[in-house]
C-alpha cells in the first residue's frame, strides 16, 4: 500500500471512519467524516525517526523521557490527546482506556503501550497529570505526559490532531475525539473513536499486539480495513 509520509496530511484523513458521528481532523486543510475503523501505512521513508521530533517531555511520575527514542521507538502504542480540567470527552476518554488496559492486563507495558499527551502543558504539571491518573486509577504502562508549549504543540501536528480552521484549532476546549494506536517498527497507524465501546476498541488495538501473546489476553483481535487508495489531497 502507497500512502503519503505526512502522518499530518493523510494520517487521520486516513481513520476516515471510525464511526457515523465521529470526525476525524487533519492538518492541511483535510477534514474526513469516519465510517470505518481503518489501518494505513506510509510509503517509503515512513514515520520514523526522521519524521517524528526527538523532543523531552516528563511524564506524570516525574521522569523526563524523549518522544521517539523513549516512547515510540519499536513500540506498539495507544494514544489521545487529553487535558485533566476537560469536561468534554478526556474524561471518558479516560474511563474507555482505563477498562482497555485492565482488559490487556500485563500486556501494557511489555507489548503496548499507552500515552496521553496533554493539550495545556501550563496547566497540566507532572503534579497534575499524577493526581488525574491517580483519580482514574491508571495503571503500570500508561503515561501522561507534558513539556514545553512549543514541544507538545509540535507533537500535536505531527500526530495530525489539528483541525484546519486554525480559530478552531487554536480552541484546546475543542478537540479530536479519536484514540490513534500505531505499531512503529512496523509504521503501521490505525484509530478508533474515543467513545467507542471499550471491548471494541480492545479487539481494534489488539492487532498490534505479537501473536503468540494474544491467547493470553484472551480476546480476538479484530484487523482494520485495508486502504489501498487515497483520494488526491486538495489544498
Not at 6 to 33: D, F, H, M, N, Q
Not at 140 to 154: A, N, V
Not at 210 to 224: D, F, M, Y
Request: with cysteine; glycine share 8%; charged share 20%.
Amino acid at each position: 500500500m502507497l500512502m503519503s509520509t505526512r502522518l499530518s496530511r493523510w494520517g487521520l484523513y486516513a481513520l476516515c471512519a471510525i464511526a457515523p458521528a465521529t470526525y476525524v481532523l487533519a492538518s492541511e486543510g483535510v477534514l474526513s467524516k469516519p465510517r470505518t475503523t481503518a489501518r494505513f501505512a506510509p510509503a517509503r521513508g515512513g514515520f520514523g525517526a526522521s519524521y517524528f521530533p526527538n523532543v523531552p517531555l516528563r511524564t506524570h511520575e516525574g521522569s523526563e523521557v524523549r518522544l521517539y527514542d523513549d516512547l515510540l521507538k519499536d513500540k506498539a502504542v495507544v494514544i489521545n490527546f487529553m487535558y485533566t480540567r476537560c469536561e468534554g470527552t478526556c474524561p471518558g476518554t479516560t474511563a474507555n482506556l482505563r477498562k482497555v488496559q485492565r482488559e490487556l492486563g500485563d500486556a501494557v507495558g511489555r507489548d503496548v503501550f499507552m500515552y496521553s499527551f496533554t493539550l495545556k502543558p501550563v496547566e497540566d504539571t507532572p503534579e497534575a497529570l499524577r493526581a488525574y491518573a491517580e483519580a482514574h486509577d491508571v495503571g503500570p504502562g500508561w503515561l501522561f505526559l507534558t513539556g514545553s508549549p512549543s514541544d507538545l504543540e509540535l507533537v500535536r501536528r505531527r500526530f495530525g490532531f489539528v483541525d484546519p480552521d486554525p480559530d478552531v484549532d487554536a480552541d484546546r476546549s475543542s478537540h479530536v475525539g479519536v484514540v490513534l494506536f500505531g505499531n512503529v517498527a512496523q509504521e503501521q497507524w490505525a484509530g478508533c473513536p474515543c467513545l467507542s465501546n471499550p471491548r471494541v476498541m480492545l479487539e481494534q488495538i489488539l492487532w498490534m499486539i505479537p501473536e503468540e501473546r494474544r491467547p493470553l489476553i484472551g480476546v480476538e483481535p479484530h484487523a482494520p480495513a485495508e486502504i489501498s487508495q487515497i483520494p488526491p489531497f486538495q489544498p
